[in-house]
């Protein structure tokens, strides 16, 4: 027997932030509970068997503490809740929900979309030392800034350090134009990018004048002590075992170093082994390291980056 439920939405800004770019939101609730849901003007109608009606309203209204505001929602959101529902942890879902990183320059709330990122700030922000792996579009070097920058503006650290290899993917360094700097800094622009959303790009230059922020290839880091310092070593995949152990004997008092990687993304030659899984196989006991691994349920990305890793995932097995 076919049963009919209305959301009465508060606002235009709630309705088009509860039904995504193209609706894409409606379809993915529709997907995950079978239910119809049809939006006209600021009223939600779910349409289908009692059973998958009570699930589409109850997935909507878990996600309350977003749309109501007119935050936008990922389908991380959506998946994110449906997995509270299933194991009774609204309580849980809430709090993730409410608990607000950080705002980008322009606004932006940032927080955690699934729990497993929700357990990453949290070790970002306890922990000295910490890995996280794990596919593309997870927010594995993303939340590492934005913990890092946070704890940068609250004094709790005199600098920022952002590395990563400069593995030559294709092209040989030596063939590309400008000076060593001009030649690397393809490579660490996301890294530039990441910093960019909290930081006014105008003043980024200034803040590495002064040695506040520095963002360079993993080879700069040898040979030095780094002191109170907030040190992100980002693809470390690329890494050979010597530049991993290297970078992890180089933190020194009161920092804090986060490694992150994608196995399943090495640009290494094919005989060459990954620093970041020697470390992990070899640091795997030592106490007072904290491990992360996101999965393609992770991501926060386009729904389809999502379906693309979960493809590859089940190629590769």
């Known amino acids: 027997m076919a049963e009919a439920y209305k959301i009465e939405l508060p606002n235009i800004p709630s309705a088009i932030a509860l039904a995504g770019d193209g609706e894409e ?3 993915l609730l529709s997907q ?3 239910a119809s849901l049809v939006l006209r003007g600021q009223d939600l109608h779910i349409s289908g068997t009692p059973k998958q009606v009570d699930l589409a309203s109850r997935l909507v209204r878990s996600l309350e503490e977003i ?7 990922s389908s991380a959101d959506i998946s994110t809740a449906r997995q509270a529902l299933d194991t009774h942890r609204e309580g849980e879902l809430q709090d993730l929900q409410r608990d607000i ?3 980008t320059r322009r606004g932006e709330e940032i927080r955690a979309k699934t729990f497993r990122q929700r357990q990453y700030i949290d070790v970002l922000r306890k922990r000295d030392l910490v890995f996280c792996t794990g596919p593309a579009g ?4 993303f939340l590492a800034v934005v913990v ?3 704890a940068l503006l609250a004094n709790q650290f ?4 952002l590395t990563r290899p400069a593995v030559e993917a294709g092209e040989k360094l030596g063939f590309l134009p400008g000076d060593l700097q001009q030649k690397v800094n393809p490579y660490l622009r996301p890294l530039y990018d990441a910093i960019n959303e909290f930081i006014d790009p105008e003043k980024v230059p200034n803040l590495m004048e002064r040695g506040v922020i520095e963002v360079a290839p993993l080879a700069y880091m040898r040979g030095r002590t780094l002191n109170n310092a907030f040190v992100i070593v980002d693809e470390a995949q690329n890494t050979t075992p010597a530049q991993i152990k290297m970078v992890l004997t180089r933190l020194g008092f009161r920092s804090r170093m986060v490694i992150t990687g994608d196995m399943t993304q090495t640009d290494l030659p094919i005989n060459q082994q990954s620093g970041l899984a020697v470390a992990l196989h070899v640091l795997k006991n030592v106490e ?3 491990f992360c691994e996101f999965s393609q349920k992770d991501v926060v990305r386009h729904p389809l980056v999502q379906r693309i890793v979960a493809a590859y995932e089940q190629y590769e097995k």
């Open 67 to 73: 749309w109501i505001k007119g935050n936008t929602i």
């Open 288 to 290: 007072g390291i904290a």
């Open 138 to 141: 997870t927010g594995k070097t």
């Open 148 to 150: 890092a920058v946070q």
């Open 32 to 34: 995950q509970t079978g």
């Open 25 to 27: 939101n409606l379809k």
């Open 158 to 161: 005199e600098k920022l350090i």
């Open 101 to 103: 990183l950080a705002r």
